[in-house]
């Protein structure tokens, strides 16, 4: 889930809801097919996308208008990792069951904060996310924490931004990309992205800019090794890859 930083709600985003994509979206895959036609070697792809999405870009947010807002992304838990976990919890059926149940129960309420943090209802949302905190905390193992925690409190570090706390925001990402290396070994693309809309906020614009890059790196490498993804993997790469090129825009 996405959302433009202090925008008004119908110009927020959803990805992988069903919803419509944004323009951004549509003109990520307008660059790809201009590349395509001009050339299709990868190397000539990277050259010419982020020109046509910035040409694009410019042509719908002229600078007489002002200065349009970071997208900022959402972050959802994903799907109970079964199998990362198999045989270490196959010899405890009823335990397994006690982890599945807590990892449900927190990925439902966070989602149910995203969609109030989009409505603009903090103080609800903060308390979804307290509790979808104490139940990782509390029920899951150590390993299984890593997997869920950062999640949440990425939420939490949007939920500290929109109430003017961008320092406090600042080093609730600092701590998930942490945990993210530990669980992982690599940043998400999400984290690095909501770094820099955080940075950019406390206005180190340099510093802003290095995270929307690195953003961009970790998806370029995620697009090499989905290389003959799905068509709906691929099309959430071309609408997360359009958030990065819009973010760096601004």
Known sequence: YTAPIAAAPASRLLLGSGEPLS?????????????????????????????????????????RSGYPKHIWVFADISLFPAADFQS?????????????????????????AVVLLIRGKLNDAAAELKRAQSVVSERLPG????????????????????SGKASAAHA???????????????????????????????????????????????????ADVEEAASPQVQRAFDAHTAVVYHNIAV
Not at 32 to 50: D, F, N
Not at 88 to 112: F, G, I, M, P, T
Not at 188 to 213: I, P, Q
């Open 23 to 63: 323009q951004q979206t549509a003109s990520s895959m307008l660059c790809k097919k201009t590349a395509a036609q001009e050339g299709s070697s990868k190397a000539h792809l990277e050259e010419v996308a982020p020109r046509a999405f910035l040409a694009d870009w410019l042509a719908h947010n002229p600078p």
């Open 88 to 112: 270490r919890l196959n010899a405890d059926v009823v335990r397994r069951l006690e982890y599945e149940a807590a990892w449900l129960e927190a990925a439902s309420l966070n989602k149910q």
């Open 143 to 162: 390993h299984m924490r890593l997997q869920a925690l950062p999640a949440v409190l990425s939420n939490l570090a949007y939920l500290e931004l929109c």
């Open 172 to 222: 609730q990402i600092e701590r998930v990309a942490q945990m993210e290396r530990k669980a992982h070994g690599v940043v998400d693309f999400g984290t690095h992205l909501r770094s820099a809309a955080v940075n950019a906020k406390m206005r180190r614009h340099t510093e802003a800019m290095r995270c929307c890059r690195l953003a961009l790196g970790v998806l370029k490498q995620w």
